[in-house]
T-cell receptor, first 116, second 119 residues
Framework: NAGVTQTPKFRILKIGQSMTLQCTQDMNHNYMYWYRQDPGMGLKLIYYSVGAGITDKGEVPNGYNVSRSTTEDFPLRLELAAPSQTSVYFC???????????????FGSGTQLSVL | AQKVTQAQTEISVVEKEDVTLDCVYETRDTTYYLFWYKQPPSGELVFLIRRNSFDEQNEISGRYSWNFQKSTSSFNFTITASQVVDSAVYFCALRAMFKGGSTLGRLYFGRGTQLTVWP
């Protein structure tokens, strides 16, 4: 079972460059999330989606954009990369039905991004 | 505001020792969920447990046990007879109970505790 797959695993960007972090899940989960983890810190929510075509901001959305055109994919776009975006990025997914949430989040293995 | 504090940054134990990871939380919500996640060296977070705020029964799962005390706002995690494979970063997290889409997924994480178990 693939679960949540993130690509790439590592990336170095120059200031001002743009890139897209890919995330795909094969569990037919309706909810998907993007978190960032700074060194020595807990995860912070960037954006999340409750289903295809629906996205919303989390705690730290500035400098990022997302889209959810399919259930499986939830790419995260960085425009004009800045050193403050150096972090490890985690994609996650979960399933909810009938308004009841399943709190068991499945995480990808992360993307280490450095902006120099 | 939601806040999770894991005061222990790093803990080192020798295999077979018991170890307790502390978690203290702050919230104004009367109903909420508490979580523990494990992050092994591979980096991927692994869900361990979820507790509801209205259920203060302690839980045991194999070598793992959790002590939830609402009076002290704590949700501590104990590993009995630790093993080298338990070496990881452990995160405690908090979320308000579902009020609608605005709070869904907004897990507030602590900074994590790096546990190292030596053979």
């Amino acid at each position: 079972n693939a679960g949540v797959t993130q690509t790439p695993k590592f990336r170095i960007l120059k200031i001002g460059q743009s890139m897209t972090l890919q995330c795909t899940q094969d569990m037919n989960h309706n909810y998907m999330y993007w978190y960032r983890q700074d060194p020595g810190m807990g995860l912070k929510l960037i954006y999340y989606s409750v289903g295809a075509g629906i996205t919303d901001k989390g705690e730290v959305p500035n400098g990022y954009n997302v889209s959810r055109s399919t259930t499986e994919d939830f790419p995260l776009r960085l425009e004009l990369a800045a050193p403050s975006q150096t972090s490890v990025y985690f994609c996650a997914s979960s399933y909810s039905k009938g308004g009841r949430t399943n709190e068991k989040l499945f995480f990808g293995s992360g993307t280490q991004l450095s902006v120099l | 505001a939601q806040k999770v504090t894991q005061a222990q940054t790093e803990i080192s134990v020798v295999e077979k020792e018991d170890v307790t990871l502390d978690c203290v939380y702050e919230t104004r919500d009367t109903t909420y969920y508490l979580f523990w996640y494990k992050q092994p060296p591979s980096g991927e977070l692994v869900f361990l447990i979820r507790r509801n705020s209205f259920d203060e029964q302690n839980e045991i799962s194999g070598r793992y046990s959790w002590n939830f005390q609402k009076s002290t706002s704590s949700f501590n995690f104990t590993i009995t007879a630790s093993q080298v494979v338990d070496s990881a970063v452990y995160f405690c997290a908090l979320r308000a109970m579902f009020k609608g889409g605005s709070t869904l997924g907004r897990l507030y994480f602590g900074r994590g505790t790096q546990l190292t178990v030596w053979p």
